[in-house]
Structures are given as C-alpha cells and as structure tokens.
C-alpha cells in the first residue's frame, strides 16, 4: 500500500502542472471574479474546490474498482464526457449570470443561487475530466486489481496535485483591479462554451 | 483657431534632414542585406532595392510629416506580398515556400514554447535552445518599437488594414466600450490555458482566419466542419466585413491575441503615444481615427490613449493642434523628449529586415530567377 501511495503521489507531483492547467482553466476565473483579499476567505473557496476533486477521485476509484476491468471503456469515456458538459454548464451559468448581472432575470437567478457551493462542484466534476495526469492513474488503476489501492492511489494523487493549487490563494489578489474581473468573466465564458464543445462532441462520437 | 493649427504644425522636415534620414535607413538595410545574402548574387540586388523602396517610405514620412497614409500603404504592400510568397502561390505558379514560424501562432503557444525550451535544457540540448534566437527578437522588438509591431511589421495586420481602407467613410459607427476592449486579453488566457493542456496550436487549429497552411484541419468529418464554418465566420466578418463597413482593423482590436500579448510587453518600450490634454481641443477626431479602439472617451472632455495603442500615426496625423506626439521616457524618468523620429527610424528598419526575406524571394520567383 505504501508503494501504491508512493506512485499515486509521484504520479500527481510530475503531472501536477497539466492537472493545474485543466483546473485553472474552470477555477481561476470564479477566484478572479469572486476571491477577496483575504487568505483565510480564498483558503475556504480552495479547500471547497479540493474536496470536490477528493470525492470526485475516491468515487471514481471506488466506482471503477466494483464494476472491474471489462466496464472501465464505455463507462469512463461517458463519465469523463458527461461530467465535462456538467461543469462547462454550472461555468456557462455563472459567466452569464455574473455578466449580465445588471438584468432583472440574472439579479434574481444570482440571488436564488448560492454561489459559495460553485468551488465544490467545479472540483467535483472537473475531477472527472479526461486530462492526462487522469488518464495515466487510471491506466495504473486497470492494473491494481484492488478497490482499496485504487482509493489510495487516488488519494495520493490528489495530494500530489494539490501542492499545484497553491498559488491560486494568492490570484483572488489580482481582482482588486476592476479589469481583472471582467477578464476572468470572458475566460469563463470561454472556457465553458469551448468545454461544452469538446464534452458534447466527445459524447456525439462514441 | 486655425491660426493655433497652422503655427502647432511642424512635424514635416526639411528636405536636407529628410535625404540624411533616408540615407541611413538605407544604409543599414544594405548592410543587412549584405549579411543576410551572404554573396554579391540576384537576391543581395533586390534586397537592396527592398531597401531603396524602404529608405523611399522613411523620406516621404519624414518630409510629409505624415505617418499614417504612408505607413498604411507599405504595411499592406508587405501583407500582399507575404501571402502572395505563402498562400497565392499556387495562383501564380510560384514555387512553394515553407511557412515562416507565425508570430500570432506564438501568442498563445507561449506556455507549450517556454515548456519545449525547458525540456530542451535539460535534456541537454541547449545547443539547438531557440529561446536563444526567437527570444532575443522578441526583446530587441519589444525594448524598441513595442506595440508598433502590430501596425508596423505584422504581415497579417495589414489584410485587416487593407480592408478597412476600403471605403473613404463608415458605413457604421462600430465602439467598443472599455470593457469589451480587454475581450483579447482574456482570449490568450483562455488560449495559453488550453493549448497547454492540448498539447496543441488551438488558436491556430479552431480561431486563426488567416492560415497560411492546411496541417490544422481535423481528420474527422465533422469536427472539420465545424473548423470550417468558424474559419469562414471570422474571415469574412472580422477580416473584411467589418473592417470594410466600419473602417476599423476589427481582427487585431477584437481577436487577436498576439495583440493582447504585445499590449502587455509592449510597456517596455520607451516610446509611447500621449495625448497633452493641456493642448487637447477636445474634438474627438483621434477617437473617430484609431483603427484599433485605443483612445478612450473618459468624457467629452477627456480622451487617454490606452496600451492597445500600435502607434500607427492616425491619431497623431489627424489632431488639429499637435497635441499628441510621439515621445518617450515619460513614466520612467519623468523627462519627456520628442523623439518621433527615432522611433519611425527603428520601425521601418524592423519592417525592413523583417519583411527583406520573403518580399526578396517573391520578387525574384515572379520574375523567374533561380
């Protein structure tokens, strides 16, 4: 177990910067946008980011390791698709939401929702996104054999992966610049539509 | 008030600085074109006459005192001549050249370059580290002409250019508010994040209206489609509907990344354009001008020139009292010298070097020499 802790956090230390980029493509627009310049407050948003991906790896591994080698195809190639177009949608929902935020219609859809849950599901489900580092724990995972090891392979994973989300404490700082704001509302936006794209055409072509 | 205009107007030099002006560009372009023939052969000669049309350019900008309308006709001489050498070739039976590395394609690979370089390092092939070269351009353009790349050298602008001097007046009165301005900015994010990720040119592949190759199309059916429909829409809208109705180069001011990177690095640059809002008569014409959405309306008493600027002369050309001139050094030492003129050196000696290579090789394969 030890040794399969070992590669799992090997594995996510020498991807880590890939990894980072698949989340920093989601989460660091919403800490532009809604990070304040408080540690302790941009802390909480992270930590809830964090916990989504936790869940979404140990889930993966736990789901994967029941329904054993002969699924993992079909069943991870939807997954992965299906889990990108959810979090390209909650994505496309705050950029337009936040960006037309002066309407009526988006004033009250903001107020209705609760935007401090938005890191856990982004986490969540862009845990699940087909990115290389992903795909090679997963590659590893066919080979275990083992429910327990695939949970602490991923584990080992994520807290390798992790130490990478460190420095996005600090971008909510850039937003004290109104103009950072804006931006990080277009990469949003930008982001969601070209995931959404690439989600549905993934789904489209299996 | 005419009166303040006529006596505020002296930009234009005399005939004996003008010669002496040209004569230098034209002496260093020469001298480039020495090295870069490498022998006294055809392509050293119309390297030197490149040089001579140039040097040409420099005496008619600086005796004029006018940037804009001579600069806009070699920008999109060169643009011509770029795609006629890289795309229309087949057209004129010319033979096939091989694409130069674009510079708009660096942009938004930045991050998948700087990671190439870095496994190259080390991986001990530092020999080949093309940092060394590519970078060091990038510096020596950014220290010197900045932004002015984007009106001056870049061989894509000038198709947008081309386009937007179409018409002698609007059609539409096109504005971007401030906010929307900062949409190619956030566009390089989004392409730096991605590309990165891809492990692939997304720009190029998906965004890219002027591709010069068909190595980006997908193999599969649909997904080439969808490249083709996105292709054609930002083509035909951005590239030459736009411009044409609105006379402004609406591809570099609203897509363009390599724009959005160049605003951020081109701060390095001395030279800078600024408006003196003690002479400022407040008539908006530079507003109306700018090709690329870069003077801001504050309020109708206040007009600033922001770092999208490419320092293409309109602004300065167009303003009735001289009261935005090119200088330099203003921010850093607090001095702020008239310098116009060096910087309109340096900018046709980049254009002049950057562009010698393919305009030389179109040149000589339309004419038919080996």
């Known amino acids: 177990m030890i040794r399969i802790f070992l590669e799992g956090l090997v594995l996510g230390l020498s991807t880590g910067a890939y990894c980072l980029g698949m989340c920093f493509v989601f989460f660091m627009p919403y800490l532009c946008v809604e990070g304040k310049q408080n540690v302790f407050e941009n802390f909480k948003k992270i930590a809830l980011f964090l916990a989504g991906r936790l869940i979404a790896y140990v889930g993966f591994a736990l ?9 993992h195809n079909i069943f991870n190639a939807r997954l992965t698709n299906l889990s990108l177009v959810v979090v390209s949608l909650l994505m496309l929902f705050y950029a337009l939401t936040r960006h037309f935020s002066d309407s009526g219609f988006c004033k009250s859809l903001l107020s209705r929702s609760n935007l401090a849950r938005l890191p856990f599901f982004l986490g969540l489900f862009s845990g699940l996104n087909p990115c290389l580092p992903f795909l090679v724990g997963l590659t590893r995972l066919w080979t275990l054999n083992s429910i327990l090891g695939g949970v602490v392979l991923f584990v080992a994973f994520f807290i390798g992966t992790s130490i990478y989300m460190i420095p996005l404490i ?13 931006i990080g509302l277009f990469v949003a936006l930008l982001s969601s539509v070209w995931f959404l794209f690439v989600g549905i055409t993934g789904l489209i072509q299996q | 008030m005419s009166s303040v205009i006529k006596q505020t107007k002296v930009s234009a030099r005399s005939f004996s600085y003008s010669v002496s002006f040209c004569a230098l560009l034209f002496l260093f372009l020469a001298a480039f074109s020495l090295l870069s023939a490498r022998d006294l052969g055809p392509l050293f000669f119309v390297k030197l006459l490149w040089s001579l049309v140039i040097a040409a350019f420099g005496f008619a900008i600086i005796r004029s005192g006018v940037i804009s309308g001579y600069r806009s006709a070699l920008f999109i001489l060169i643009a011509f001549l770029f795609f006629l050498e890289f795309k229309f070739f087949r057209w004129l039976s010319i033979a096939n050249t091989i694409p130069p590395y674009c510079h708009i394609a660096q942009a938004p690979t ?20 093309g940092v060394l070269t590519l970078g060091f351009l990038w510096l020596l353009i950014m220290f010197t002409i900045g932004q002015g790349i984007c009106s001056w050298v870049c061989f894509y602008g000038g198709m947008d250019e081309f386009f937007s001097k179409v018409l002698n007046k609007p059609v539409i009165r096109l504005n971007i508010p401030k906010k929307g301005r900062d ?9 730096l994040i991605i590309s990165f990720l891809q492990g692939s040119p997304i720009f190029c592949s998906w965004f890219c209206p002027l591709k010069l190759t068909c190595a980006f199309w997908d193999h599969e059916p649909t997904i080439r489609m969808a490249q083709a429909v996105l292709f054609y829409l930002i083509l035909f809208g951005f590239v030459i509907l736009l411009p044409v109705l609105s006379k402004k180069r609406t591809f570099c001011s609203m897509i363009c990344p390599f724009g959005a990177l160049v605003s951020i690095c081109g701060k390095v640059s001395p030279y800078q354009v600024k408006i003196d809002q003690e002479k400022c008569i407040h008539c908006g014409k530079c507003f109306d001008v700018c090709p690329v959405f870069a003077v801001e309306r504050k309020d109708p008493q206040e007009y600033r020139i922001s770092s999208y600027c490419n320092k293409c002369g309109a ?13 330099a050094w203003d921010s850093l030492t607090g001095w702020r010298l008239q310098i116009r003129d060096i910087f309109l050196f340096l900018s046709l000696l980049m254009t002049g070097v950057l562009s010698s290579s393919f305009v030389a090789r179109v040149v000589l394969q339309l004419l038919g020499v080996k």
């Open chain 1, 170 to 182: 600090f971008v909510s700082f850039l937003n004290r610049v109104e103009r950072v704001k804006q």
């Open chain 2, 110 to 129: 930045l991050f998948n370059f700087l990671h190439s370089q870095f496994l190259a390092f080390t991986s001990g092939d530092w020999k080949i580290w």
């Open chain 1, 63 to 71: 789901i994967m390791g029941f329904l054993g080698v002969s699924q």
């Open chain 2, 183 to 191: 949409f190619p900015l956030a566009f390089l994010i989004f392409l």
């Open chain 2, 315 to 327: 602004c300065i050309d167009v303003c009735p009292v001289d009261a935005i001139p090119l200088s």
